[in-house]
Nanobody, 118 residues
Framework: AQLVESGGGMVQPGGSLRLSCAASGLTFSRYVMSWYRQAPGKEREWVARITTFGDRINYADSVKGRFTISRDNAKNTVYLQMNSLKPEDTAVYYC????????????WGQGTQVTVSS
C-alpha cells in the first residue's frame, strides 16, 4: 500500500494550490486521512483531518478559513485546497492515513514541497 502526494510547487503570497494524495493497495474508505506539514528546522505539525466518509473535518488554527480538506472515496484520493497562502505555509506537506478497522495499519506519503514566496 502507498500514498502519493502531488500538486506542490511555488506560489506567491495570496495565491492558491491544490494538493492531492492518491492511495493504492488499501481500502481507502476505511481510512481517516490527514495532512501534515514540516517546515525547515521545525517539527512536523498536523494541518487537517477528515473522517472516512467526510462527516467530520478538523483544522489547525493556523490554516482554518484558508485551507479545505476533502476526499473522493471513488477515486481513492484526498485533497487539500490551500488559499490565501502565506510565506509561513512554506513546508513539505505529507498525507497520512490510518485504518479505522485494523488500526495498526497506517501510512505516510513521501511529501510534496510547497513554497510561498514573492
Amino acid at each position: 500500500a502507498q500514498l502519493v502526494e502531488s500538486g506542490g510547487g511555488m506560489v506567491q503570497p495570496g495565491g492558491s494550490l491544490r494538493l492531492s494524495c492518491a492511495a493504492s493497495g488499501l481500502t481507502f474508505s476505511r481510512y481517516v486521512m490527514s495532512w501534515y506539514r514540516q517546515a525547515p528546522g521545525k517539527e512536523r505539525e498536523w494541518v487537517a483531518r477528515i473522517t472516512t466518509f467526510g462527516d467530520r473535518i478538523n483544522y489547525a488554527d493556523s490554516v482554518k478559513g484558508r485551507f479545505t480538506i476533502s476526499r473522493d472515496n471513488a477515486k481513492n484520493t484526498v485533497y487539500l485546497q490551500m488559499n490565501s497562502l502565506k510565506p509561513e505555509d512554506t513546508a513539505v506537506y505529507y498525507c497520512y492515513g490510518n485504518d479505522q478497522v485494523f488500526t495498526k495499519f497506517e501510512y505516510w506519503g513521501q511529501g510534496t514541497q510547497v513554497t510561498v514566496s514573492s
